[in-house]
């Protein structure tokens, strides 16, 4: 079963603009990842963010996270053709000393930037 | 490898037939999964496999489906007398962490594609 709901299913937007994406989740996790996913291919690990942490920058990446909320935002700013992909959340639970890093994925955000 | 290979890239069945589709991770890596994702839908857990211990398959669909890893390098995901239901992407991933390590992330293949007719 999906753990996640991302908002908005698709975004389309223009070069340079900036692209935001949502993600809401149910259980209590040790770390949320956002993947990229180029169309027929795998997917690309972007950034994670940790339960004690709230926000996370990785170039043009912008990660905020409110476990108060059970929510998370990915920020691209000054976005590029190339971005154009499906981008997905995923958390790890968090079973108190054991964890394997299972991840349970949202469905997903596909995001279109028009050059 | 530099990366994770999945093989075959594309595979047709008709239904009823067997199919085994394979996985070479990361070298050294300790984690193996298996996720499968249906058409514009999100990865969906299936197994996963310390070494070569399988210690959680509760992903898996039924019992046609059966995973094993016996060196704990390479993977083989056989799925047994498909159905179209059956048809989608089915991607491995792996990462050197194991059990009771800090979660981190997934270096994933690039899936194979099965469409069952």
């Known amino acids: 079963s999906q753990q996640g709901e991302e908002d908005p299913q698709a975004l389309s937007i223009q070069e340079g603009e900036n692209a935001t994406m949502n993600c809401s989740y149910k259980?209590?996790?040790?770390?949320l990842q956002w993947y990229r996913q180029n169309s027929g291919r795998g997917l690309v690990h972007l950034i994670l963010i940790r339960s004690n942490e709230r926000e996370k920058h990785s170039g043009r990446l912008r990660v905020t996270l409110d476990t108060s909320k059970k929510s998370s935002s990915l920020l691209i700013t000054a976005s590029r053709a190339a971005d154009t992909a499906s981008y997905f959340c995923?958390?790890?639970?968090?079973?108190?000393?054991?964890?394997?890093?299972?991840?349970?994925f949202g469905q997903g955000t596909i995001l279109t930037v028009h050059p | 490898g530099a990366g994770v290979s999945q093989s075959p890239r594309y595979k047709v069945a008709k239904r009823g037939q067997d199919v085994a589709l394979r996985c070479d991770p990361i070298s050294g890596h300790v984690s193996l999964f298996w996720y499968q994702q249906a058409l514009g839908q999100g990865p969906e857990f299936l197994t996963y496999f310390q070494n070569e211990a399988q210690l959680d398959k509760s992903g898996l669909p039924s019992d046609r489906f059966f995973a094993e890893r016996p060196e704990g390098s390479v993977s083989t995901l056989k799925i047994q007398r498909t159905q179209q239901e059956d048809s989608a992407v089915y991607l491995c991933?792996?990462?050197?962490?194991?059990?009771?390590?800090?979660?981190?992330?997934?270096?994933f293949g690039s899936g194979t594609q099965l469409s069952v007719l």
């Open positions: 995923a958390t790890v639970p968090y079973a108190g000393g054991t964890s394997y890093g299972k991840l349970t």
């Open positions: 259980t209590s996790i040790n770390n």
């Open positions: 991933a792996s990462t050197i962490y194991g059990t009771n390590s800090l979660s981190g992330k997934l270096f």
